[in-house]
């Protein structure tokens, strides 16, 4: 079985720090793990899944790529199968970002000595990077991969402590450095947002039974989303 690696995986694997060892929870096919020993970004790789199914797969996959001495594949979940020092960098993609902050919380002191994480998650994005920032987690990088109309928001932090009191809308919103007018691929996500949040806005205008304040609220998003496009498609000329 090759690895198939969509722009999401890649994107995942080339936001991992150079020479790493590195946990891959929630890993399924094993594909990050094989595509991080091949381009010699990670040294060791342990990888891990909740569900046997997956773990088999994985055991499948590193086997025909013959990465068994550098990628171990082991049976359990989250953080939970990780003794510390073991590996200094995770990997948490293609989970729910409730899930993602949980096995987090449940991980604290072994998490806290990571040098990165790299968190994919499919749901509750603006939930999870409000509560990193508000938990002593910095944002060190964050990226955005497209696969066909489909976006995917991708973010790598460490915790240095340093809790924010409140994280501005904006912010939640829309990350640190997540929209970058060079860009192109943030840029069609920060179109399809507009263009997903004008729908919404005007669904809500025709419900009659629709919240004015769930209404202010899509509006207020809609117009840091412009003000945004706007700003960056001046640096862009
Ligand atoms: C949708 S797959 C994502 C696979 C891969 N990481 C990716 O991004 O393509 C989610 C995987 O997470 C695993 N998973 C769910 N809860 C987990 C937990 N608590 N600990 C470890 N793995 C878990 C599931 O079994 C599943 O294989």
């Known amino acids: 079985m090759k690895p198939r690696l969509t722009p999401r995986l890649r994107t995942v694997a080339a936001m991992v720090p150079q020479g790493a060892r590195v946990a891959d929870i929630g890993s399924d096919?094993?594909?990050?793990?094989?595509?991080?020993?091949?381009?010699?970004?990670?040294?060791?790789?342990?990888?891990s899944d909740v569900h046997a199914g997956p773990v088999e797969n994985a055991k499948g996959v590193v086997a025909a790529a013959n990465l068994e001495d550098v990628i171990e594949i082991r049976l359990g979940s989250g953080f939970d199968v990780y003794q510390m020092g073991e590996v200094n960098s995770a990997v948490l993609a293609g989970m729910g970002g409730f899930l993602i902050r949980d096995l987090i919380i449940e991980a604290l002191p072994l998490v806290k000595s990571l040098e990165c994480l790299v968190l994919q998650p499919m749901v509750a994005i603006r939930e999870l990077r409000v509560w990193?920032?508000?938990?002593?987690?910095?944002?060190?990088?964050?990226?955005?991969?497209?696969?066909?109309?489909?976006?995917?928001?991708?973010?790598?932090?460490?915790?240095?402590?340093?809790?924010?009191?409140?994280?501005d809308f904006k912010t939640a919103e829309m990350g640190c450095q997540m929209f970058r007018a060079e860009d192109e691929i943030s840029m069609n996500y920060l179109a399809q947002r507009i263009q997903k949040t004008e729908n919404v806005i005007r669904a809500l205008a025709q419900a009659k039974d629709a919240e004015a304040t769930e209404l202010h609220a899509f509006e207020a998003r809609l117009k840091l989303l412009k003000e945004a496009q706007a700003c960056l498609s001046i640096q862009r000329k």
Do not use: M, W
């Open 132 to 167: 990193l920032l508000q938990n002593g987690f910095e944002i060190l990088d964050e990226q955005v991969a497209q696969e066909g109309q489909k976006f995917y928001e991708i973010f790598s932090v460490h915790y240095t402590g340093r809790c924010l009191e409140t994280v």
């Open 29 to 47: 096919h094993a594909y990050v793990p094989v595509e991080l020993i091949r381009t010699g970004r990670a040294v060791k790789v342990i990888a």
